[in-house]
């Protein structure tokens, strides 16, 4: 089935924030942000703007009638700073005014005066002053510093990835309605509807049940709309909610770079010990987070680096550290891994490492270490494996051996390009970390004429959801795609919804519509067994039509559900899932936090211009565990599109403050995402089914974010080449390899 929004999305007529039709009487927001990383506010100058014709009102913290606090983990964060700024961009004053220019013209206009204080952008440096968001975690196995005396080798060192900018098409945004009776719509590009429902409440110092959050669609979320879409949609309902007046706020790009979150940067150091047959029998590791100025989601990534830090490998010692470090730079947030990519990294470094030293190939490490069915992880669970599985079926399908030698050949008759090589296994859990977030609901109504109605809390941000709930409503009723609409998330239908994210929106919320198809549908098998004088258990319904065991009856879908109607039988279900067997126990670090995990193995095979340190990405080569896939082309898409984005993480897309906290990778001239030419030149994708029972919807295994770790294989194979080149190279472990950073390892002395 291809995905429903295709034909609409390709003729341009997909709704999104800015295609709402505006209101007669809708004002215009923007927001002024801090220009400075930290300091105690000692003026805020708003005359100038305030006198510009066209400004309505600008809003301060002043103007707030709830508490000034969006924090969603740890309330660290309030809406508009009071006394002190703490990052720059940091929401000081919202001008709403009759168009967006005047708004964007009169935040010029004002003027913020400052004592400085001391800026501090490193975590290492943060940790050290004890500036830390929460108190740090330690995930524990077996014994390392007995395992450590047992290992023939130990190696060393440090690790580092860079933030990750969003990039969603789509910027931030909000449009906020009045309604009556203190009420407030609003439409936001976020992937948390509750979310913004539930703090902008608190900010308004209204009930929740006031507030109507409506999401059609997203341009892309990819994380940095889970927490962080909240803050504009409160600022328009806060100047709705004064003035009565509907507020827009849609983001342009630079000040959507300049004041959203972005994926969290790690510093980390690794200590890695082997025995003689390059068993990794120990690992330690402490995490640096750089979290930002307040705590948003970092606490919660931060939980998923510990959850990953041995990525697919069986490691029977471990202890792992993380310290998220409060900074002075934007609040970080959830990116695509959320956390898992960064702790991963670590562990592909030190296996690198320990290569290297050794003079062996890091995959002869790799492949004696992955895990099996049965190994406990750090955190306690026991693993329903397939990374053995998808290793070996890539070295079916691929013959690596063939690639190995091409590669060998090339770099030995070619002195000024050469070709690098790596494997990139990844193991990702699928749930929620926190365990109460893994539930969800849905609403399905079957109408009088026989078409169906599916609302759940799942937001549609081009992964395909949308076109998978429908999948299921279809499957279980048996009916056309075409007597489904999905309608849009919203919160007067579905209440307390879980972000979309984690990876498992299709799950949880395809979970919900399964349950309440399954419950109308017993209704209505109960209700043509009366009908047609038959035991129900011999009812079933296949395309429409009722059966009775295997033959066919007259009665067809739309005069079972007109006659169900008129016979007043319940033709609307509202649905509830909670994943079962989900725990963990923080106090002890132990539990069993996933569903289920997903596997997968990537080759990647690149070619570095020695001369002038760019490269290309030859290719990418998968072996993906999808479970059963209940929809190949959505995933493959969710395949591809995670590759790119990993690639662009660690290789080209560089984030770049100055000493003094200024993000001066703030445009899309300073700051570089794949485009076509950087692309893999090929991706060849190998669905792996596995045949174990799993908790995904119809076995169906979360794809959203666990291929964007595929990426991280580019890096080592970068990293091959340039060794190839200069074997006594003194490039480090540090990401994104920019062409720069290439040039440097291949020449720097
Ligand atoms: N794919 C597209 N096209 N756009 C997105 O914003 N977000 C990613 C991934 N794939 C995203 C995407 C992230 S971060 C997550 S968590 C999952 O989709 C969320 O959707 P799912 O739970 O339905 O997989
Ligand atoms: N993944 C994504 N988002 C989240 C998670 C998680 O594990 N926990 C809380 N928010
Ligand atoms: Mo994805 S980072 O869980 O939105």
């Known amino acids: 089935m291809h995905n429903i929004d295709s034909y609409s999305h390709l003729r341009g007529e997909s709704i999104y924030l800015d295609d709402i039709p505006e209101l007669s009487g809708t004002l215009y927001g923007a927001a002024f942000g801090s220009n400075v990383a930290h300091g105690k506010i000692t003026n805020l100058d708003l005359e100038a703007a305030q006198n510009l014709p066209g400004v309505v009102r600008i809003f301060t913290y002043k103007d707030i009638p709830g508490e000034n606090q969006i924090g969603g983990i740890v309330p660290d964060e309030p809406l508009f700073a009071e006394d002190k700024v703490d990052f720059e961009g940091m929401p000081v004053a919202f001008v709403v005014a009759e168009s967006k220019k005047i708004a964007q013209k009169a935040v010029k206009l004002i003027k913020l005066s400052t004592e400085p204080l001391e800026i501090i952008t490193c975590p290492r440096k943060a940790k050290e002053i004890g500036s830390l968001i929460v108190p740090p975690r330690t995930f524990k196995t077996g014994n390392t510093e007995d395992a450590f005396r047992k290992c023939k080798y130990i190696f060393e060192g440090i690790a580092e990835t860079n933030g990750q900018e969003h990039l969603y098409i789509e ?12 009420s407030i719509k609003v439409y936001s590009s976020t992937q948390g509807p509750t979310a913004v429902q539930r703090h902008m409440a608190a900010v308004l110092g209204i009930p929740m049940h006031r507030i109507e959050v409506d999401v059609t669609r997203l341009g892309g979320g990819f994380g940095g709309k889970e927490d962080q879409a909240t803050v504009w949609a409160i600022l328009c309902a806060l100047a709705t909610h004064h003035l009565k007046r509907p507020v827009k706020y849609s983001l342009d790009r630079m000040e959507d770079m300049r004041m959203s979150g972005k994926r969290n940067p790690y510093t980390s150091d690794y200590k890695i010990g082997l025995d003689e047959n390059l068993k990794i029998l120990s690992y330690e590791v402490s995490f640096y987070q750089n979290a930002g100025a307040t705590a948003d989601l970092s606490p919660a990534v931060l939980e998923r680096s510990l959850f990953h830090c041995t990525n697919a490998y069986y490691v029977p010692n471990v202890v792992a550290t993380a310290y998220s470090c409060r900074t002075n730079l934007i609040p970080n947030t959830a990116f695509r891994g959320f956390g898992g990519p960064q702790g991963m990294f670590v562990i592909e470094s030190a296996i690198a490492k320990a290569a290297e030293e050794l003079g062996v190939n890091a995959w002869e490490i ?40 091409d ?171 909670a994943t079962p067997v989900v725990n963990f126990d923080p106090s002890i670090e132990k539990g069993h936090p996933f569903a289920y995990h997903v596997f997968g193995t990537a080759l990647t095979v690149v070619k570095l211009d020695c001369l002038r340190g760019t490269y290309e990405i030859e290719a990418v080569k998968v072996v993906h565990d999808f479970g059963t896939s209940m929809n190949t082309i959505i995933d493959k898409g969710q395949i591809e599109g995670g590759i790119v984005q990993g690639i662009g993480w660690m290789t080209m897309e560089e984030i770049v403050y100055d000493n003094n906290g200024k993000l001066r990778s703030n445009a899309l001239s300073t700051y570089k995402v794949p485009d076509i030419y950087s692309a893999p030149k090929l991706i060849d994708i190998v669905f792996y089914k596995s045949e174990a029972e799993n908790l995904a919807i119809f076995n169906s295994k979360a794809v959203g974010e666990p291929p964007l770790m595929y990426g991280i294989g580019t890096y080592f194979a970068l990293r091959n080449a340039v060794k190839a080149f200069n074997p006594e190279s003194k490039i480090g472990f540090s990401s994104p390899l920019t062409p720069e950073k290439a040039l440097l390892g291949l020449y720097k002395k």
């Open 366 to 405: 790799q492949r004696v270490n992955l895990l099996k069915t049965n190994d406990e992880m750090v955190y306690g669970q026991k693993v329903v494996s397939e990374a053995i599985s998808c290793w070996d079926k890539l070295d079916e399908e691929f013959d690596p051996q063939n690639i190995h030698n």
């Open 171 to 182: 910027t931030q945004g909000a449009y906020s309605i009045p309604a009556e009776n203190n």
């Open 407 to 577: 590669v060998a050949i090339f770099n030995a008759s070619n002195h000024l390009f050469k070709k690098g090589i790596s494997y990139m296994p990844i193991c990702f859990g699928i749930s929620f970390t926190k365990i109460l977030m893994n539930q969800a609901r849905a609403l399905v109504h079957i109408y009088m004429d026989g078409s169906i109605n599916v609302t759940t809390g799942a937001i549609e941000m081009g992964q395909g959801v949308n076109t998978k709930m429908l999948q299921v409503a279809a499957k279980t009723f048996s009916v056309n795609a075409g007597k489904i609409k999905v309608s849009s998330t919203n919160t007067y239908k579905i209440a307390n919804t879980s972000p979309s994210a984690a990876s498992a929106t299709a799950d949880l919320n395809g979970r919900a519509v399964q349950v309440a198809c399954e419950a109308i549908l017993t209704r209505l098998k109960t209700f043509a067994a009366k009908l047609l004088s038959e035991n129900e258990n011999r009812i079933s319904i296949r395309d429409e039509v009722v059966y009775v065991k295997d033959s066919m009856t007259d009665l067809k879908w739309n005069d079972l559900i007109i006659q169900a109607y008129l016979q007043r039988i319940n033709l609307s279900e509202h649905g509830h899932y």
